[in-house]
């Protein structure tokens, strides 16, 4: 039974780690991306030192790792508690100012410093879930950061419980956080033998009961498709112009198909993500995702000959297809260890949290690990809305997971 009178800390510590810029960058070849990342990581490992956990640090690639001890005589097998700090590049992360909405009675929220963003319940109907709760938002210039800070500070929470309650039986848990998920790099430096665990937890999904044991397989794709420049004024017949190319490239695809905008489900699609380029070279970026992996190459070879078609119509221009593997569906992994979410599953049960099975349109750092031979699949955190200045997470549901962190810990021990 949860200690009814603890006073969780999680919400203090979010609403600390949110002040800090953490926002990485899709564009640099540094590791971790940013050196800012590093001013949360390096408070982070001073923070659960003080805890009492001797031996946390941050390495020289900005992981941070932290050990709570076992303190039961079994042999449980050591898991691991991950959430990653950086935020997205796509939305800044500097100056926030988070608020929290006390009580919420229903409706829309619009957030103060900017009129034209409005929470809107037609667009986030887990909001139907939340009256009465006290939810926390920015001021609408900025995203919040509970992706993922909101799993940093639950399980900062759980360890802190678990440290004041050593009347509760564990093994030995360890903590991870990690820089660069938001560019798909989160694990690119991280020493898995450092860390120690067998199995473990990325704390990063949304909705109250996420379990996930399932992600897309993604794959990236660069185009560049090349021309030739001369002077505009003596250009006839000479010029071959790369961004015209590329634009004819990107009109021919499927208008009613194969893109984010028109699938959902268990669809895949091509995306574009970037286009940039003048007369001589455009590039063009795509990322490329399916749960079945086999798709991927289906896509890519119908990308490949489209591109290739195109060019033919512009004599004398040519064009480059490169494929960069970027993750596979975990599934494939953690349907060996049925057990590692049915630990979660049964926690959940426990706390009367009804357990949502479903599947990752998108892809998180435990989709490496699990090929990497650590098991990990994803825990909500209470996050929504993410990678956007509507970003909400709420306080009740912050408290949850640390509830949800602590009983899986029990769990582990129990069937040891």
């Known amino acids: 039974m ?13 609403l600390k780690y949110v002040k800090y810029d953490t926002q990485s960058d899709e564009e640099s070849t540094s590791f971790p991306s940013t050196e800012k990342q590093k001013n949360l990581s390096r408070d982070l490992a001073d923070e659960l030192k003080g805890m009492g956990l001797k031996d946390a640090q941050m390495d020289e690639w900005g992981y941070v790792m932290a050990t709570l001890p076992s303190n039961t005589n ?25 608020i929290v909405h006390k009580n919420y009675q229903g409706g829309d929220i619009k957030l103060p410093n900017d009129p034209n963003q409005v929470i809107k319940v037609s667009d986030n109907p887990e909001l139907k879930n939340m009256i009465g709760y006290d939810i926390i938002t920015t001021d609408g210039t900025t995203l919040l950061g509970a992706d993922n800070k909101a799993g940093v500070a639950e399980i900062v929470d759980a360890i802190n419980y678990l440290l004041e309650h050593p009347e509760i039986k564990h093994g030995t848990i360890k903590v991870c956080f990690t820089p660069d998920e938001e560019t798909g790099r989160g694990t690119e430096k991280i020493d898995l033998k450092k860390l120690g665990s067998q199995f473990a937890y990325t704390v990063d999904g ?5 379990i996930e044991t399932e992600t897309f397989s993604a794959d990236a794709v660069v185009i560049k498709f090349h021309g030739k420049n001369i002077h505009p004024g ?46 001589e070279l ?40 490169e494929v960069i593997e970027q993750y ?54 209470g996050e929504h809305s993410f990678h956007s200045k509507l970003e909400w997470a709420a306080v009740q549901d912050m408290e949850l997971v640390v509830k949800l962190l602590v009983e899986v810990c029990k769990i582990w021990e129990e069937k040891a």
């Open 328 to 381: 596979r569906n975990m599934k494939e992994v953690l349907d060996k260890f049925p057990f590692v979410a049915g630990n979660v599953i049964e926690a959940m049960n426990r706390l009367d949290i009804k357990p949502i099975l479903s599947p990752i349109r998108g892809g998180t750092d435990g989709s490496r690990l699990s090929f990497m031979g650590l098991p990990t699949p994803n825990i909500f955190a």
């Open 2 to 14: 949860f200690d009814g009178k603890y006073k969780f800390t999680c919400v203090d510590r979010f």
């Open 234 to 279: 003596y250009a006839k017949g000479k010029m071959i112009n790369s961004v015209k190319i590329a634009s004819a490239f990107i009109e021919s695809l499927p208008k009613d198909k194969l893109s984010p905008e028109t699938t959902d489900g268990r669809e895949g699609y091509v995306h574009c993500t970037n286009f940039n380029g003048m007369e």
């Open 74 to 98: 079994k042999n449980v097998p050591t898991i691991a508690f991950i959430s990653h700090v950086d935020t997205s590049p796509a939305v800044t992360g500097a100056n926030v100012n988070p």
């Open 282 to 321: 455009t590039t063009l970026k795509f990322i490329i995702r399916d749960f079945e992996a086999s798709k991927l190459k289906e896509y890519e070879s119908f990308l490949k000959k489209l591109a290739e078609d195109t060019v033919k119509k512009y004599p004398g221009a040519r064009m480059e297809f």
């Open 206 to 210: 949304s909705s109250r009961g996420e």
